[in-house]
């Protein structure tokens, strides 16, 4: 702070600064100084003096004063008011006062981790980041920044709803201000690319607009392996539905060569097959004397069946390899009624 005399007369000295501080700051500051100034802090105020005389128009040396803030609050304010020996025509700016909003830090840590250490290409990921507040301070605007690995793709619907995508990152903010000691959890969930594979690592930061003591645990990394997609089951991708007994139209194959012909009880089968699925090797086995096999147009396939007795059929299907499946060969078993043949 500084001290001028505007006149009209000049001030003898000697010239007295009386210092008070409140809201967060100590009463008492750690050091006051000023060239010719002598202070002396006691009784939660400051009190420096100076013999110089101060002329119109002149100026006194500057007194500087470092103190510290105190509690949690946010409200700094500092109260200056000079005297002389002589009357003040104008005490309005014999009394100065400041007020400042304090920036308390706040030390923002994050931890991440992934549910799944191991996961397959085309699989979903889910990570799980948890943002921490140490203190002292508030922070009121903490979020988590995500730049998700090449070959992840995100997907908003399944994450967590206070996360969005802003340019190539995935911003997560937490909905209040989180006070010293507090935490949130996000949820971020990608799908990993088919042709992803080996470790990949994610790494993610977290932050906020107040001042940070300790920035070194705000970033934190998950790592995953990525492995090849398992072949599909018969359970995950079935071909053939449940068969129910029709009549056949047209026919394509025969087992095992012409139809006699005195057939004598016949059995029809239906097969429906997936669309997916464009190329089909269907191989009957069982105690029967021929059987016809229709393919059509819907997809499905029918089988006429002739035997002596009612029969056990097993149908061998036999799948090529499409993009994304293997090929894979698929065994039923049917028990098989007879009806007289028409």
């Known amino acids: 702070m500084s001290v001028r005399n505007n006149g009209p007369a000049n001030e003898p000295g000697p010239i007295r600064v009386t210092i008070r501080q409140a809201g967060n700051l100590n009463p008492l500051p750690d050091s006051v100084s000023g060239e010719g100034w002598t202070c002396v802090a006691a009784r939660e105020r400051v009190v420096c003096t100076t013999p110089s005389s101060l002329a119109f128009g002149e100026s006194l040396p500057i007194i500087t004063m470092d ?26 700016n014999s009394v100065s006062s400041t007020a400042a909003v304090l920036q308390r830090p706040a030390d923002i840590a994050i931890s991440k981790c992934a549910t799944q250490t191991m996961v397959a290409a085309g699989d979903v990921v889910t990570y799980r980041v948890r943002l921490f507040n140490r203190g002292p301070g508030g922070a009121p ?50 799908r990993i690319g088919q042709d992803v594979r080996g470790i990949v690592t994610n790494q993610i930061r977290g932050s906020s607009s107040q001042p940070d003591p300790n920035p070194g645990n705000n970033r934190a990394r998950a790592t995953i392996t990525v492995t090849k997609p398992a072949p599909p089951t018969a359970a995950q991708r079935p071909l053939i539905k449940p068969p129910a007994v029709i009549s056949p139209q047209g026919t394509t194959d025969l087992y095992p060569g012409p139809v006699p012909t005195n057939a004598d009880q016949i059995a029809r089968v239906k097969v429906t097959c997936r669309p997916i699925v464009s190329s089909l090797r269907i191989t009957p086995r069982g105690d029967f004397r021929y059987c016809i096999i229709t393919r059509r147009a819907d997809g499905s396939i029918s089988l006429t069946v002739q035997a002596a007795a009612p029969v056990s059929i097993t149908i061998k299907v036999t799948a090529p390899a499409v993009p994304g499946y293997d090929a894979m060969d698929i065994r039923y078993r049917y028990r098989v009624g007879l009806s007289a043949a028409s």
Do not use: H, M, Y
Request: net charge negative; hydrophobic share 35%.
């Open 67 to 92: 103190t510290k803030t105190q509690g949690q609050g946010t409200q700094a304010n500092s109260l200056a008011q000079v005297a002389g020996t002589i009357e003040d025509v104008d005490r309005t």
């Open 141 to 190: 605007d903490a979020q988590v920044r995500d730049a998700l690995p090449a070959g992840l793709t995100w997907l908003p619907k399944r994450s967590d709803p206070r996360c969005a995508e802003e340019i190539d990152e995935i911003v997560c903010s937490a909905e209040t201000a989180l006070d010293a000691g507090e935490s949130t959890q996000f949820v971020i969930r990608a």
